[in-house]
């Protein structure tokens, strides 16, 4: 990981070996000069741009790079593009010489300072909490399938509830989605017959419709709200695109052979197990609890937590309790889940049909977990078993890396193993898993894309790390999104994803916005057929 000061001196250091060169405030060039790479002087007929595109000169732009989660792999895709040049950590918020802007997190200030119409394009939408929030997501998906019917809500997502946290006003046995809760449980029936253990009763239904009825009168796009959302620490076509088809709900059963879980000793009630996660500003598995029936939810929802800005967030958020997938597909006895790029844009013209465009990158990996899967009472408390991002697995050095390189897999060698072990087509990934995949995001993105550049920006877009996982009859579910999906590369596996996912990002939210100068030095030049040669995966 590249610290601030040590990637922006790296990059001054470059680019400034000039004598004559010097810092304007704030560590801009001075405007009538540059230096190049190789420290030649250069006249320079345009100053860094403002406005719009510029016509000439070697540097046209400029970027702010800040720290964190492995900005290195950034720091690289802007020094394969010549005519941009970095500032300073310094640079006054809002600084009309900024042009581009990548951060871990999104800045509330940053934003306030930063002019909607002005030329500069930040990496985190305004509105992103109407998916990084679990509560959030859920929502808004519940609110989409209902007005619109494009997707199943119950083959999106696992059965979800939001609960009130402890201290916040109407919590407690009244609450209307704890009595919603407390109904489905009284009513679901143990099964074998699903992933979840339950049978899936229609019970509450109007309940719900009357939860997001009264939903939709809160104002979602509240900034004040936003203290920290994040993701995971360890992140559509244009106007063209035909009309939207639901997504698969189910795998092709004649495909698929039954799949034996190694569960070890259950002595858990067969559909009692309830995942339970803050509504809000947590990532790398903070606050995450397993537990088993009614009981067990309402104390982790209630009880006191030793963390007072997680009391002061759940009082204020709430908790998002989850069924929990008793039957999830297992790679040699352990559980994982995909993590899947979504890039969005913003699309600054009125005559576009969407406000932003949707990508997903067409390859995803599998986070693996360490230790072998136990729906048991003794595994409950066990994070290793459950989460399989980094932050959780790297805990205990011995099992990290030890059946995997830094526990992940391509999905090549995925699709290898489904074939091997599940006796499923070779192309089953390319030809049923991704496409449902495809959908799901289609139709979760659909569900937001009004709400995620509430303000109307010109430019812009954002990153994010969609996670799935895959139940023993190879569905996947959604179960959350990132708005800071780690870029770190511990592994020869993602040495590659990262940095094509990153350049192709780029190409798609910042070339299009800051094209190369129309008169381009030699050294332009080569970074554009550079560029040019760069494979873009991402799809839709």
């Known amino acids: 990981m590249v610290a601030s000061g040590s990637a922006v001196t790296a990059v001054r250091t470059m680019r400034r070996k000039s004598s004559t060169a010097k810092k304007a405030a704030g560590g801009r060039r001075k405007s009538g000069a540059a230096t190049s790479d190789t420290g030649t002087k250069t006249e320079v007929v345009s100053t860094p741009c403002a406005t719009g595109p510029a016509e000439e000169g070697p540097i046209c732009y400029n970027y702010l790079l800040c720290p964190g989660n492995n900005s290195r792999v950034i720091l690289a895709v802007m020094r394969r593009r010549p005519w941009f040049s970095c500032v300073g950590k310094n640079e ?19 934003r306030a300072a930063t002019p909607v119409n002005s030329y500069c394009a930040l990496n985190h939408l305004d509105g992103n909490r109407q998916l990084v929030s679990k509560k959030n997501l859920w929502k808004n998906l519940a609110r989409h399938c209902a007005k619109t019917g494009e997707g199943d809500l119950n083959q999106l997502v696992p059965p979800t509830f939001l609960l009130k946290g402890r201290g916040a006003s109407g919590a407690g046995e009244g609450d209307a989605e704890r009595v919603r809760f407390k109904k489905y449980l009284d009513t679901a029936s143990p099964t074998m017959e699903n992933c979840y253990g339950l ?33 995971d620490g360890d992140g559509d076509g244009d106007g ?37 996660k803050p509504a809000a500003s ?15 939810v309402i104390q982790a929802v209630t009880t006191q ?3 007072k800005l997680n009391n002061k967030l759940t009082k204020k958020h709430g908790w998002v309790v989850q069924k929990y997938l008793e039957r999830p597909y297992l790679i040699h006895s352990r559980k994982f889940d995909l ?51 980094d932050a959780i697995q790297k805990k205990v050095k011995a099992n ?9 897999l391509s999905m090549k060698q995925f699709g290898e193993y489904l074939a091997e072990h599940s006796g499923v087509a070779g192309d089953y990934i390319e030809t049923v898993m991704r496409p449902q995949i495809q959908g799901m995001v289609r139709v979760a993105a659909r569900g937001v894309e009004k709400k995620v550049n509430p303000k109307g920006r010109k430019h812009g877009f954002e990153l994010m790390g969609w996670d799935f996982m ?36 780029f190409q798609l939210g910042v070339d299009k916005f800051f094209p190369p100068p129309k008169v381009l030095t030699k050294r332009s030049e080569t970074a554009v057929e550079e560029i040019k040669g760069c494979v873009n995966q991402f799809i839709f």
């Open 92 to 110: 006054k918020l809002g600084s009309p010489a900024v042009n581009v802007v990548w951060e871990m997190w999104r800045s509330l200030p940053r």
């Open 199 to 231: 049978e899936m009763p229609d019970v509450g239904a109007s309940e719900l419709a009357e939860f997001v009825q009264e939903e939709e009168e809160e104002d979602e796009v509240n900034e004040e709200d936003a203290e920290g959302d994040g993701g």
């Open 240 to 276: 063209e695109e035909a009309k939207v088809e639901a997504p698969p709900t189910e795998t092709p059963a004649a495909e698929v052979k039954a799949t034996k879980n190694a569960s070890g000793k259950n002595d858990c009630e067969t559909g009692a197990l309830w995942i339970v």
């Open 282 to 296: 947590t990532n790398r598995g903070c606050g995450i609890q397993v537990c088993e029936g009614y009981d067990q």
């Open 305 to 307: 937590s030793k963390s």
């Open 339 to 389: 993590r899947v790029y979504v890039l969005f844009t913003v699309n600054p013209s009125k005559k576009a049909e969407r406000p932003v465009s949707t990508y997903m990158y067409d390859e995803f990996y599998v986070r693996t977990s360490g230790v072998a899967y136990n729906v048991g009472r003794k595994g409950l408390k066990n994070p290793m078993m459950h989460l399989t991002n």
């Open 400 to 408: 990290y890396g030890k059946h995997e390189d830094a526990n992940k």
């Open 470 to 505: 895959i139940d023993e009859s190879l569905k996947p579910w959604l179960l959350e999104v990132n708005s800071n999906p780690c870029l770190e590369q511990p592994c020869l596996l993602l040495e590659r994803l990262v940095s094509e996912v990153v350049e192709s990002s």
